[in-house]
């Protein structure tokens, strides 16, 4: 895909939802950190059906480390993996009480020091509740970049320094939401809507059904 198709790819989608945004619900960077690292093999309407109810019990790090880990698993205990899942908070909670007073870091390296914390999640954080213009690849983004030709790679890392590479700069802040929201709603795994796709004629999936 070269240039000019690559600009007309998110002009459409930004006609088509101009104001994108996460659909996980948080309401400070903590708040957000946490439901991302709790999204790992779950969906976003499980995790905000367990941070609502987390959230009013504890939505600081000293807080959620007051209620210990058996409490903090009944919270989240309807999340997979949410054993390893509430370890990994707890211990990222006394990392940010210990080194950041408390605030998430706004730095890439800080946050990807924290446990259970990877490059995906340091991306959505820098990105929705920092501003930072960073992409971060997951399942729907990697499907969608590859199957559309936007930025091919065999690894999410690939698929991310293509896509920087090939997203002009005004897009980039809310590329990220607009290519998830592409690939969990039009472009899925098993039954892409290709005749309800706003990028059809751009996209170079070879699989795609014959307009009537």
Not at 3 to 20: G, I, M, T, W
Not at 85 to 109: I, Q, S, Y
Request: proline residues 7%; contains cysteine.
């Amino acid at each position: 895909m070269n240039a000019s198709q690559s600009y007309q790819v998110f002009e459409r989608l930004r006609e088509a939802r101009p104001k994108p945004t996460t659909e996980l619900r948080y309401r400070s960077p903590f708040e957000l950190l946490v439901a991302v690292m709790l999204s790992a093999q779950a969906t976003d309407k499980k995790v905000n059906e367990a941070t609502e109810r987390l959230f009013e019990a504890a939505n600081t790090p000293p807080a959620v480390l007051a209620l210990g880990e058996a409490a903090l698993k009944e919270y989240i205990k309807t999340i997979g993996l949410y054993n390893v899942k509430a370890a990994n908070l707890l211990k990222t909670c006394a990392l940010l009480v210990e080194r950041h007073g408390g605030e998430v870091p706004a730095e890439r390296d800080a946050l990807e020091s924290l446990p259970g914390v990877g490059r995906k999640t340091a991306n959505v954080v820098l990105n929705t509740a920092f501003g930072q213009p960073t992409i971060a690849v997951d399942t729907h983004i990697f499907r969608v970049a590859n199957r559309t030709g936007l930025a091919p790679g065999k690894t999410a890392q690939q698929v991310e320094a293509g896509l920087l590479a090939a997203t002009p700069d005004e897009f980039k802040q809310d590329a990220h939401h607009w290519l998830i929201l592409h690939g969990r709603y039009i472009c899925t795994a098993r039954k892409p809507n290709c005749p309800g796709c706003p990028i059809r004629e751009l996209c170079a999936y070879p699989d795609k059904p014959e307009m009537s």
